[in-house]
C-alpha cells in the first residue's frame, strides 16, 4: 500500500496545468461512445476512474484509441449500437461511472452487471434503481442497495417526471441518460442545483434539452453526433493547490485552464468569503463550459459558515476546504451536508478523525462539522482509501510543525495521477513510498 511522506512547510510556486475534468470525462466518453461519427477529445483525464468507463465501452463493442496528439478518438456506434459485454463490468472506484452507466443500460436490450471495489460496493444505489424502476427498468441490487447492480435488458422504458429527494447530480444524469431511451419525455427537477455538464453536453452533441427553472427535461428518440471536444483542468483537483498556496507563506500559483462552470465553483466563492486572494484571467468559453485560469497567493483565512445550498457547488471540496478551515482563524461552521457521509468514505468521520489526531478540534455532526482553526501538528493519518482525503492530508502538511505520514494512498490514482509529481513541483515536500 502506496504512503505519502510530507515534511512541514515550504512555498508554493509555479504555473501549472491540472488534469482533465472528470465528471466532463466521464460524459464525454458516453456520449461519444454512443454518438454517430467520431468523438475527438483534448485533455480527456486519464485516470482509474475515466479508465474504467473507457474500457467499459470498449467491452461494448467500441473503439477508443489515443491518436500521436494525445487525444482520445472514439468510433461512436449510435445509441442503438452497444454490443452485449461478455463478462460482468468492473468499474473500479467510480461511482459515476456506475450511476450514470446504470442509466444508459437500462435502455439498451441486453443485460449487464456492473461491480467494483470495495468502497463502491458500499454506496447506495437505491437512488438510481428507484427511479430507473419507475421508468420501467428491471434491476437486481442487494436488499441494502448496495452493488452489484445487475440491470436486464430489453425493458420498455417510459418518461416520467421526477423530483429527487437529494440534489445530486449523478441521479441527474443517470435519469436523463435513461430519458434518451424512453418513450415520451422524461423530466428531473433538483432541490440545489448541482453540476450540469449532462445538460451541457447532450446539447453540445446535438440532442435537445430544455432547462425551466430547476427542471431538466428531454424527449426520448433522439440522436447524439461525434464531436471535438476540449476537457478543461479539474477545479476539484486544482482546489488542492489552491488551498495550498493559500495557506503557505510568501506564495504565489497560477492554475491553467481551469473549468469553471458556476456549478462548480462553491469552492472559489467559499474561500474568497474566508479572506483568500484569488483572480480568475482570461475568462473564456469553450465547447459550452467556463474556462479561466486563476491565480492564488497566500492568504489569512478566517472561519465561515457554510449553508446546505453550497453544498452540491463544493461536493468534492471538501476535505480540502476543511484543511482550509484548520488553517483559519476560529470557526467554521457547515450544515447541510450528510451527503459526504456517502462518498469514496465518510468524508466527514474520516476528516474529524485525521484532523483530531493532528490536534485540530473539529467535531463531526450527522450533516456537517464544526472546526476551530489552530496548530497542525505532525502524525501519521489513514485516508480510508479516499484520494481526495490522501491529498488535502498531504496539503495540510504545509502548516504542519512535523511530517505527516498519510496511509492507504493508492487510489489517488483514480483522479489524479500525478498529484505527488505536480506537488513536488509546485514545493510541496512529498514523497511517496510503497
Ligand atoms: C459527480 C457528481 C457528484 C460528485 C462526484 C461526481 C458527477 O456526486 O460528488 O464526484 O460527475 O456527476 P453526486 O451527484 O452524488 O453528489
Known amino acids: 500500500m502506496q504512503k505519502f511522506i510530507v515534511k512541514p512547510g515550504g512555498e508554493i510556486r509555479g504555473t501549472i496545468r491540472v488534469p482533465g475534468d472528470k465528471s466532463i470525462s466521464h460524459r464525454v466518453v458516453m456520449l461519444g461512445a454512443l454518438a454517430k461519427g467520431v468523438t475527438q477529445i483534448s485533455g480527456c483525464l486519464e485516470a482509474e476512474d475515466t479508465l474504467a468507463t473507457i474500457a467499459v465501452f470498449k467491452s461494448m463493442g467500441v473503439s477508443i484509441e489515443k491518436n500521436s496528439q494525445g487525444q482520445i478518438i472514439i468510433q461512436g456506434v449510435g445509441l442503438h449500437g452497444l454490443k452485449p459485454p461478455k463478462e460482468p463490468l468492473y468499474l473500479g472506484n467510480s461511482g459515476t461511472t456506475m450511476r450514470l452507466l446504470a442509466g444508459l443500460i437500462a435502455g439498451q436490450n441486453f443485460s449487464a452487471e456492473m461491480g467494483g471495489d470495495e468502497s463502491l460496493l458500499h454506496r447506495p444505489m437505491n437512488r438510481i434503481t428507484e427511479p430507473l424502476t419507475k421508468m420501467g427498468a428491471s434491476i437486481l441490487v442487494s436488499d441494502a442497495g448496495t452493488p452489484p447492480l445487475i440491470i436486464l435488458g430489453k425493458q420498455r422504458l417510459q418518461g416520467i417526471s421526477y423530483n429527487m429527494p437529494i440534489a445530486s447530480a449523478q441521479v441527474k444524469s443517470c435519469l436523463l441518460l435513461a430519458g434518451m431511451y424512453a418513450h415520451g419525455k422524461t423530466c428531473v427537477t433538483e432541490p440545489a442545483p448541482t453540476r450540469d455538464h449532462t445538460e451541457r453536453l447532450l446539447l453540445g452533441f446535438g440532442y435537445l434539452v430544455k432547462k425551466e427553472g430547476n427542471t431538466v427535461c428531454l424527449k426520448g428518440g433522439g440522436q447524439l453526433y461525434g464531436k471535438s471536444i476540449d476537457v478543461p483542468a479539474d477545479i476539484s483537483s486544482a482546489a488542492f493547490f489552491i488551498v495550498a498556496a493559500c495557506i503557505a507563506k510568501n506564495s504565489e500559483i497560477l492554475l491553467e485552464h481551469v473549468g469553471v462552470n458556476p456549478t462548480r465553483t462553491g469552492i472559489l466563492d467559499i474561500l474568497q ?142 483522479s489524479f495521477p500525478n498529484f505527488v509529481n505536480l506537488a513536488q513541483h509546485v514545493g510541496i515536500g512529498i514523497q511517496k513510498m510503497s
Request: net charge negative.
Open 273 to 414: 468569503r474566508m479572506g483568500a486572494n484569488i483572480d480568475l484571467y482570461n475568462q473564456r468559453e469553450v465547447n459550452g463550459e467556463q474556462i479561466a485560469d486563476i491565480r492564488v497567493r497566500s492568504s489569512n483565512l478566517h472561519g465561515v459558515t457554510i449553508s446546505k445550498e453550497e453544498v452540491p457547488l463544493a461536493i468534492d471540496e471538501f476535505p480540502i476546504l476543511f484543511i482550509a478551515a484548520a488553517c483559519a482563524e476560529g470557526e467554521t461552521v457547515l450544515t447541510g451536508a450528510e451527503e459526504l457521509r456517502v462518498k469514496e468514505s465518510d468524508r466527514i468521520q474520516v476528516m474529524a478523525d485525521g484532523l483530531q489526531k493532528l490536534g485540530i478540534e473539529a467535531q463531526p455532526k450527522s450533516d456537517g462539522i464544526i472546526i476551530q482553526g489552530g496548530k497542525i501538528r505532525n502524525g501519521v493519518i489513514n485516508s480510508h482509501g479516499d484520494h481526495r482525503i490522501a491529498m488535502s492530508f498531504a496539503v495540510a502538511a504545509i502548516r504542519a510543525s512535523g511530517t505527516i505520514t498519510i496511509e492507504n494512498c493508492d487510489n489517488v490514482a483514480t
